[in-house]
């Protein structure tokens, strides 16, 4: 009886061994693919996801339709506002107020954009309506 016992104890430490070699070799080869993976990633050359160009990172805005005439659209991912004149054409506006930064919402209702740090005020083509901001609003290439 005492022989068996003892033989059952040994086959459970077999196994238990066995199960945590086997363990073993698995994490071994997980840290190997996880290291593999990580020297691959440093060492292959990453695609380009934003195209660019001369000028900076090119965005696309979509069809011309999408744009109403006299309207002002965000584009939050490229920090500029599209704006499509009455005259049907386009300007590309940066965000940034050109008295000290702040970030310029535009007010549909009353079509201006007002910067809520200073009052300054720009009309739909960027152009300074209202002080302190010394200039018109960036533009970018359409
Ligand atoms: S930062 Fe816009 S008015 Fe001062």
Known sequence: MHEKVENQQNSTKASRRSF???????????????????????????????KTSNFGPIIEAGPVEKFPLDSVTAFIR????????EDGGFLALSRKCTHLGCTIPWISKEKNFACPCHSSAFDIRGEVISPPAPRALDIYHV
């Open 78 to 85: 490229g920090k500029f506002y599209l704006s499509r004149l």
């Open 20 to 50: 945590f070699n086997k363990l073993w070799i698995f994490l071994g080869f997980v840290a190997f693919a996880e290291f593999i993976s990580v020297v691959g990633a440093f060492l292959l050359p990453q695609k380009k996801r934003i």
